[in-house]
């Protein structure tokens, strides 16, 4: 560990293990929640990223910016968003962030800095440009935080972004959550290019590369390219390496991945992995984890039962929100 | 709505600069981007000039040659609480920047359940007639209507290109602001000082006629008015609708001024097949079908590129079509 990693308080630490279990109880229920038939629709698992959202969130403020996409649930949660109003939108229900009409791969919500969370690859760097050119026109120190893949680093948008931000010394941080895997295909098979942060240097920005699978490193580095946006120093590339459990979408068995390749990934799983470290090396109590596990399971419980009792949107909501005067239509 | 007072007669170039002074003047949040809009060249048709002295580098803002940074950049300023003001140099490269503006601009206030709106302007310039070629000068307004979430305005008078612009601006809603460089400097009327705002969803009947309306917007209302006046020494009497606004569509003027002619003929510098001409001309006869004495007249550019040659773009365009389509209804 590193001088500044020792230096994160017990409280962060256990907070970064709240997150991820929060998040993975979430995943899990829904996904089991699915495959009993309770429920059908398209959901993109983060299992195994959790710490990649987790890490980054704790740094930030609720009038932050978020920019997430499809895979977004841990992004989501780690972003303060509350569960019941997560579950209501993921089942499209009339209490859902969005009314039901945004659906797991476009939950919004404002009021916790969750501004879009978009289903096109590469989307969401534009964007947050804007978001932090919005933040540094109106001299705030917020950020904006833009998560994606390493399939988006290969699209176009990508590159216009990093290079207007370089020029433009905007406040975002464009973390790539580097799961190994491009919708089917490898990280190898679209790009040349080992390590994602090495694009950067392209723009003559600072690009980072931490394994996004050791919450305290990744929270260490989030918070240094954190510390500099809000400092007016311009944004970072920041590459999170970790590895994506699931098929692409849930239903996707993922043959195409390597047995070896997740074997190994699986059993490297971060979360239980850092349960241990911080038992052994941070002398957290196993009965306070397996409360924080219990209370997060709880609150999932909660948050489904609530939701699945919430009624799907009135018909005549299906004309409303196109436009801000309902007459425009 | 209008503050104004007095008039100044301008060209539609000269308004626009107006309109874009007075927004900048009169609300901080609003700023502008795009591609070499600063001085001393202050944009491609110098429709920026004076602007980055007066306002900074700050809000009237360079950007790369950066289509997508350029729409994004200005999606997320809107959802930052800005009215950004994005410049899309030529109409043909809105394709470049398509997905932040179809899938984004256009559908984050549908998607989110109301809770983030998209205040963003995109101006761009496009028409045929100049010799720019088959990448310089489409008319693609139907595409932008075709996605629900986004307005779409083509001014044809000096007057109106300010009051719609500023009407843009403080729109809540993604305008799409469609400038025909053919009239930048060909028109020149009367315009207000000051906020002067056209309403959006708005159409003015240019010229009352009482034998046949002719629908059309932007280039073509000059196209069509000056055949309606060439027409009325035979007698005949046209009358002439400028839209204005295509999306919101007010078809209350388009309804009231057909039930009364019978007889509509719809105009564009579009192509005309899959045009905005179509979706007129359906309108009409589903609400008028009893009442029409001969089905609605479609008149838009070939279905072909726009080509380069003079002779062929003048062939290309539907100028000298809109007689013959007249005359066919009239019997």
Same mark, same amino acid.
């Given at each position: ?37 309770? @429920? *059908? ?68 919500? #404002? ?14 760097? #534009? ?29 176009? *948008? ?15 941080? @464009? ?39 050791? #919450?305290? *490193? ?31 979408? @849930? ?20 979360? #239980? ?30 948050? *489904?039962?609530?939701? @699945? ?21 | %709505? ?68 350029? %729409? ?9 609480? %800005? ?43 496009? =028409?045929?007639?100049? =010799? ?14 075709? +996605?629900?979430?986004?307005? +779409? ?117 579009? +192509? ?24 609605? =007249? ?34």
């Amino acid at each position: 560990m590193t001088t500044s990693e020792l230096s994160i308080d017990l409280a962060t630490r256990v907070a970064l293990y709240r997150t991820a279990a929060r998040i993975q109880a979430f995943d899990e229920t829904y996904r089991a929640s699915m495959m009993s038939g309770k @429920f *059908a629709g398209m959901y993109y698992s983060p299992r195994g990223q959790e710490f990649a959202a987790a890490s980054v969130a704790a740094h930030l403020r609720p009038t932050d910016y978020v920019v997430t996409t499809y895979r977004g649930l841990h992004d989501q949660i780690a972003k303060g968003v509350p569960l019941r109003d997560l579950w209501a939108e993921y089942l499209g229900r009339a209490a859902g962030t969005c009314q039901g009409k945004g659906g797991p791969m476009h939950v919004t919500s #404002p009021k916790h800095g969750l501004m879009v969370t978009t289903g096109v690859v590469g989307s969401g760097l #534009p964007i947050a440009n804007g978001l932090a050119l919005a933040a540094q026109m109106h001299h705030t120190d917020q950020v904006a935080v833009v998560n994606f893949g390493d399939g988006a680093s290969n699209i176009g *948008a990508f590159h216009e972004s990093l290079n207007l931000a370089s020029l433009w010394k905007l406040p975002v941080i @464009f973390l790539c959550q580097n799961n190994k895997w491009a919708e089917y295909t490898s990280l190898a098979g679209g790009t040349t290019v080992e390590h994602i942060a090495d694009r950067a240097a392209s723009y003559s920005m600072l690009g980072v590369t931490v394994d996004g699978n050791d #919450p305290l *490193a990744l929270y260490d580095a989030a918070g240094q390219a954190i510390e500099r946006a809000r400092r007016g120093d311009g944004p970072t590339l920041l590459e999170a390496v970790t590895f994506r459990f699931c098929g692409h979408y @849930f239903g996707d068995p993922g043959e195409y991945i390597p047995a070896d390749e997740l074997a190994a990934a699986i059993a490297a799983d971060p979360i #239980p992995r850092y349960r241990q470290r911080l038992i052994e090396e941070f002398g957290v109590a196993a009965a306070d984890l397996d409360e924080i596990d219990r209370a997060a399971q709880a609150e999932v419980d909660d948050a *489904a039962e609530w939701a @699945f009792e919430q009624p799907l949107p009135d018909v005549s909501e299906l004309t409303t929100d196109v436009y801000s005067q309902e007459t425009a239509r | %709505m209008s503050t104004a007072t007095a008039t100044q007669a301008k060209s539609m170039l000269e308004a626009i600069h107006d309109a874009l002074d007075v927004a900048l003047e009169s609300d901080p949040d609003v700023f502008e981007l795009g591609e070499d809009i600063q001085d001393p060249k202050g944009g491609g048709f110098g429709i920026h000039k004076g602007l980055s002295t007066k306002y900074g580098p700050e809000r009237v803002r360079c950007t790369p040659i950066s289509e997508q940074a350029i %729409m994004g950049a200005a999606v997320g300023a809107a959802l930052g609480g %800005m009215r950004p003001v994005a410049e899309i140099m030529l109409m043909n490269f809105i394709s470049v920047a398509a997905d932040q503006l179809f899938n984004h601009a256009a559908k984050l206030r549908y998607m989110s359940g109301g809770v983030t709106p998209v205040p963003l302007t995109v101006r761009t310039t496009t =028409g045929a007639g100049a =010799g720019f070629g088959a990448q310089h000068s489409d008319m693609l307004e139907n595409q932008l209507i075709h +996605v629900p979430g986004l307005k +779409v305005v083509v001014p044809s008078t000096a007057a109106d290109a300010k009051g719609l612009l500023l009407s843009s601006i403080f729109d809540d809603d993604p305008c799409v602001f469609i400038e025909m460089s053919s009239l930048y400097f060909t028109v020149r009327d009367e315009v207000p000082d000051g906020d002067y705002r056209v309403p959006l969803g708005s159409a003015r009947v240019a010229r009352e006629g009482s034998d046949l309306t002719l629908i059309t917007y932007g280039k073509q209302v000059l196209d069509c008015l000056a055949l309606a006046e060439q027409l009325a020494s035979e007698g005949i009497s046209l009358e002439v609708i400028d839209l204005r606004t295509l999306q919101p569509l007010d078809t209350d003027t388009i309804f009231t001024s057909v039930a009364k002619t019978r007889r509509a003929v719809v105009v564009h510098e579009a +192509v005309t097949r899959g045009g905005f001409g179509a979706e007129l001309s359906a309108q009409i006869h589903s609400e008028l079908f009893g009442d029409l004495a001969g089905p609605v =007249g479609r008149v838009g550019s070939a279905n072909t590129p726009v080509p380069y040659a003079s002779s062929l773009e003048q062939a290309y365009l539907p100028t000298s079509r809109i007689e013959p389509a007249v005359r066919a209804l009239l019997g």
